[in-house]
């Protein structure tokens, strides 16, 4: 048994007018996050430690934010490419802890969503997803809600 670790960061800037994905649900916002798909930092993290942990580059490498496939699309589409790359080396997921950072709005509520989500994609239960948020104390560009951001650890194992 072989088991390994990967860690993942994302960040995405805010913006009025745009939805604001997390976790694969959108969340009721009046700032969403901008980027070439649909920007959720949660999923691009989760992409980048399974990605990490297998060793096979990361989510920028697979899916280009210079590749016109790839724009507006549903973050969970990466998640699902992904899993496909590691069964494929043999890998499955053991679990994943993940901290989103922004000021507003409030996560707590949305975590048990986010987690019924996430977890048929990774082929996971709830329980294996830990999903945590917390603010920047009103510093940083986090702080000024100009900005949101996401850490993802995972834990990976080939038997």
């Known amino acids: 048994m072989k088991l390994r670790v990967g860690l993942g960061f994302d960040v995405h800037p ?3 007018g745009h939805a604001l994905w997390l976790g694969g649900i959108k969340l009721p916002s009046e700032k969403g996050a901008v980027g070439h798909s649909d920007a959720d930092v ?4 989760l992409c980048d430690a399974l990605l990490g942990a297998a060793n096979l580059r990361d989510i920028g490498f697979h899916f280009s ?3 016109p496939q790839w724009k507006g699309k ?3 589409h990466f998640l699902k490419e992904v899993m496909r790359m590691l069964s494929e080396k043999g890998w499955q997921v053991e679990n994943v802890d993940c901290t989103l950072t922004l000021e ?3 996560i707590n509520p949305h975590i048990p969503e986010m987690k019924k989500v996430l977890a048929p994609l990774m082929n996971i239960s709830e329980e294996d997803i830990s999903i945590k948020a917390t603010t920047n104390e009103k510093l940083g560009y986090v702080g000024r809600e100009e ?5 993802a650890v995972a834990l990976i194992l080939k038997k």
């Open 14 to 16: 805010l913006q009025a």
């Open 42 to 45: 949660l999923i691009h993290a």
């Open 65 to 67: 934010n210079k590749d």
């Open 74 to 76: 549903d973050s969970k």
């Open 104 to 106: 507003n709005p409030k």
């Open 147 to 151: 900005g949101v951001n996401a850490l």
